[in-house]
C-alpha cells in the first residue's frame, strides 16, 4: 500500500532523474549517504582524465597548466553557494579535524582575553576531540574545553566563550540547531562560532553569510559524494579574515609558495587555511561530484528531504513494531536533518538484519539505527519499502539470529 | 659519443626492467621525478577497482571488507621497509606540513625544559614554516625556531634545543647529511631529531631504525611515485610511543574510534597519529604505486642512482658550456641525493628552453636548475641525452629568446 503511494509520489517527484547521474548497487537500498555518499558517474572518467593524462602525460605541468595548484580554491568556489558562501571564503583543504585546529586556534587568537570552547557533549567527537588537543597543547591558563547538553547551549554562552563549535545537524539524533538564533546569542556575548556542517551541506540549503556564522567546516563524502575520505572544506568570514595567521602554516597557505622564502608570509584572504600539497586526484573525484549541484536549487533539495524523512515516520508508523522503537530525530521538519534516528535495545542486530536484507543503514552506539536520506538519489519507495522489511524483520524476529548478535570484544 | 657509451650501461643496467612498469610521456626526458614521480601503470587498474567497485558497489561496507580503515597503517607497513624501520612506527596519513606539526608538538611535550627547534635555514620551507605556527601558537617561553646554516647544525645543538628538525636530502642543493651522525650529536644534548626524508625515500636506502632516528617524515609523490598530492607518512621510533598524546588528535587517532566516546583516547603506538578520515582513492594510488619496491633492493636503487647523478656530472663536464654553471650538489658520492643542482645567471630561461625541448627540469630561485634521475626508471641515456642537449641551448644561446625569459610579475 505504502509502496505504491510511494511510487506515484516517485512519478511527480522533478528530482527524480537525478538519480540517473549515480551508480546504485543492485538490490539494495543505500540510505547511508550521511556516512558515505553513493558514487556519480562523471567521477570515472574525471579520475581517468586526471591520472591517465594531467598525471601521466603532462607530469609536473599539470600544477600550473591543468590548474591543480589552484584546485583547494577553485574546488572551494564550487562549495560556496552550497553552504551560502559569497566568494572568497570557503577553501577545500585537509580534514574536518584538521581544519577544525586551524579555526579553532583562529579563533582563540581574535578572542585573546577569553578561554573556553563551548561544544554539544553530544556532538561528533573528531572536533571536540581536536578542541581538547588544542587545549592540552595550549594549557588550561589559555584554553579550556566545556560540553553541555544541546539545550544549554544558550545559557552556558558568556563573556568567557571565545568560540562555540557546533554541528548544524547531530550525527546521532538527526536534531538540527538554529544556526542563525545561536550565533545571534553568541555573538551576543561576544563569542565567535565555528559550524560543522557534515550532516547538512548537500542535503539542505546551509546560509553561512546569511546566519553571519563566523568559521565552518564540512565534510565532502557525505552529501557531496566526493568518495571515501574526500577532502574537507572550511569558510572563514570575510570580516575575519587577515587578521590573524592560523598555525597549520604549510607552503601552500604562503603569500609566495613558489618563491621559497626563508620565513613564513601568509596569503591574503582564506588563502592562509592551507597548509600541506592536497591530493589531487582526490580534489578532482570531489570536483567532479559537485557538478550535480549545478543542476538542482538548494531548496527543493531541503523540500525532498523533509518530504523523504516525512514519509518514512509515516511508513514506520503503519508497521505493528513501531511502538518498540524510540524516535531520537525531531518531528519538527524545521529542526529535522535529512536522516531518522530510531533507538531499539536490538538496535545492533536489528541494523545488521536490515543490512543482510539489503536495507544499508548504519548503528551508533548504545542502541541507535540510522536511516539517511539523500535527496539526490533515494526515492520514495526506498522509504516505503526500508519500513516494511523493518517490520517484517521485528515480526519474524530474524534479528534474534545469532550471526546478527554483536560479538563479544576478544581481547 | 656520451650517449652510445650510456645505451652500453643501459644494456648492462639489471634495473633497466622496472622502466616498463612506467608510463612515460613520448618524446620526453623526465628529469623532474624529486618534484613528481611519473605514474606507474598498475595505479590505473588499482583506481578503477577502488572506485567502481569499492566505493560504487560495496559503498560503505568497504571501510571493513576492502580494508579501508587500516589504509593509513598497511600502507605505513609498505613505506616502513623503504625508510628502514621495523614494523609498528610508519603511518601513511596526511601531509608532511602536518604530520611535521604533530612531531614537533609531540617532542616538545617530550622535552618540556626546552624550547628551540633548530632548522637549517636552508632547507625546505614548508618545515620551518610550520615550525614557526608551532612557536607563534605557543608563546616564545615554550618555542622558538632557531635557523642556521648546514654546516653550523653541530655546534647549534645545545641543552636548549628539543627537536632537530632536517631534510636528510636538501632540496635545492642535492647535498645529503649523514643521518646517523647527527642524530648521534642531537641525542649527546639530549635533543630529540625529526628527519625530513622526502628527497631520499624511495631513491637509496633511509635508515631510521640504526640511525637511532625519533622521528621522521616523508612524501608520497616525489621517489614513491603515489601521485600529485599523495598522502605523507611519518614515524615514531618505538622507544618514543606511548608517552605523550599529539595535538591534533581527530577521531581516527582515538583508541576506538567507533565508539564515539565523548573524551579522547589516544589509540596505541603510532595509530593515534592518525587525525581525520584520510582519503581511500588518494591511498590507494600509493599502494598500488609502492608494489614496485618489492621487486628492487635499495641497495641496487642507491647505487644506480649515484651512478646516473656521476655520469649526468662526466656528460656535463665535456660540455664546452660547463664552466659558465656553478655546480652545488657535492662531488662525494656519499654527500648525494639523487639530483644535481646547477647555478646559472640565467638558470630560470635556461630551464625554460630545456623544457621547451623535452627535458623536464625544474628551477628553484634564484638560479638553480635541478636534474632529478630517478633510479626506477631513468637511463643512463638520459643523462647523456640532456647534458648534450643543455650544450647545444647554451651554444646557440637559444635560452636568450623572449619566451624563455622571465615575466615580470604584474601586479
Known amino acids: 500500500m505504502n509502496v505504491s503511494k510511494a511510487q506515484e509520489r516517485d512519478r511527480y517527484d522533478s528530482l527524480a532523474p537525478l538519480r540517473d547521474h549515480f551508480c546504485l548497487p543492485d538490490n539494495t537500498i543505500y540510505l547511508d549517504g550521511n556516512s558515505l555518499g553513493v558514487l556519480p558517474k562523471a567521477v570515472l572518467d574525471r579520475l581517468q582524465i586526471t591520472v591517465a593524462t594531467e598525471w601521466g602525460t603532462d607530469l609536473i605541468s599539470s600544477w600550473n597548466n591543468h590548474g591543480w595548484i589552484g584546485l583547494p580554491q ?24 584538521i581544519n577544525v585546529f586551524k579555526l579553532l586556534a583562529t579563533g582563540l587568537a581574535l578572542r585573546p582575553k577569553r578561554t573556553t570552547i563551548l561544544v554539544e557533549a553530544q556532538d561528533f567527537p573528531t572536533d571536540r576531540y581536536i578542541a581538547e ?3 592540552q597543547l595550549l594549557g588550561p591558563d589559555r584554553c579550556v574545553v566545556k560540553a553541555v547538553a544541546g539545550d544549554e547551549l544558550e545559557q552556558a554562552l558568556n563573556s568567557d566563550v571565545a568560540v562555540l563549535l557546533l554541528s548544524e545537524v547531530n550525527y546521532r539524533t538527526g536534531y538540527r540547531h538554529d544556526m542563525a538564533a545561536l550565533t545571534r546569542s553568541a555573538h551576543a556575548v561576544g563569542a565567535l562560532t ?27 563524502y557525505k552529501f557531496l559524494n566526493g568518495g571515501p575520505g574526500a577532502p574537507a572544506f572550511l569558510y572563514v568570514a570575510k570580516r575575519l579574515q587577515n587578521q590573524v595567521s592560523q598555525p597549520l ?7 609566495q609558495p613558489f618563491d621559497f622564502t626563508p620565513s613564513y608570509q ?6 592562509r587555511y592551507q597548509a600541506g600539497t592536497p591530493s589531487v586526484i582526490a580534489m578532482r573525484a570531489l ?14 533539495l531541503r523540500e525532498k528531504s523533509l518530504a523523504l524523512t516525512s514519509f518514512f ?31 531499539h535495545e536490538q538496535g545492533f542486530a536489528i541494523a545488521q538484519a536490515l543490512i543482510a536484507a539489503g536495507v544499508i543503514v548504519d548503528f551508533r552506539a548504545p542502541n541507535i539505527i540510522r536511516f539517511g536520506f539523500a535527496p539526490l538519489y533515494n526515492t520514495f519507495e ?13 515480526a519474524e524476529t530474524r534479528y534474534l539470529e545469532p550471526c546478527f548478535q554483536r560479538r563479544q570484544k576478544v581481547t
Not at 552550497?82 to 579535524?97: E, F, K, R, T
Not at 601568509?266 to 588563502?271: E, M, N, Q, S
Not at 526506498?382 to 521485528?394: E, F, K, Q, T, V
Open 74 to 97: 577553485s574546488v572551494g568556489e564550487k562549495i560556496a553557494p552550497i553552504v551560502g558562501a559569497a566568494p572568497g571564503q570557503v577553501l577545500c583543504c585537509d580534514s574536518i579535524s
Open 133 to 135: 588537543g588544542l587545549a
Open 194 to 220: 565555528c559550524w560543522d556542517v557534515a550532516h547538512s551541506a548537500g542535503a539542505m540549503p546551509v546560509a553561512f553569510d546569511q546566519a553571519d556564522v563566523d568559521f565552518g567546516v564540512g565534510c565532502g
Open 249 to 255: 602554516s604549510g607552503w601552500l597557505g604562503h603569500r
Open 266 to 271: 601568509p596569503a591574503d584572504g582564506v588563502l
Open 287 to 300: 570536483e567532479a561530484a559537485l557538478d550535480i549541484f549545478d543542476k538542482v536549487s538548494l531548496a527543493a
Open 313 to 343: 515516520l509515516e511508513c514506520l508508523a503503519d508497521q505493528t513494531c513501531f511502538e518498540s522503537f524510540g524516535v531520537l530525530t525531531p518531528s519538527d521538519p524545521a529542526c529535522r536533518g535529512s536522516h531518522i534516528a530510531i533507538t
Open 382 to 394: 526506498d522509504a516505503a519499502r526500508s519500513a516494511a522489511i523493518l517490520g517484517a524483520i521485528m
